[in-house]
């Protein structure tokens, strides 16, 4: 599996130095998993970066339990 099948992030060079962001915006894929595992839930995080949606949110996390189960 590969991040370009998930429809909430692209990557563009001159977005964030090409790391993977949630579409639309300049907020990295890697700040949702950072902030999860430093203690905040999910409507924190929406709080903290509102140009996130939750379905864009809820998409990541789901991409990336389905990539664990496909290695």
């Known amino acids: 599996m ?8 692209e990557k563009k060079p001159e977005i964030q130095s090409g790391e993977y962001v949630f579409r639309g915006t300049r907020v990295p894929v890697r700040a949702l998993f950072q902030n999860l595992e430093d203690g905040a839930s999910v409507e ?7 140009g996130v949606t939750r379905s864009q ?3 990541v996390l789901k991409f990336a339990e389905h990539s664990l189960l496909a290695a």
Do not use: D, G, N
């Open 44 to 50: 924190e995080f929406l709080q903290w970066f509102p």
């Open 2 to 9: 590969s991040w370009q099948e998930c429809l909430s992030v």
């Open 57 to 59: 949110a809820e998409e």
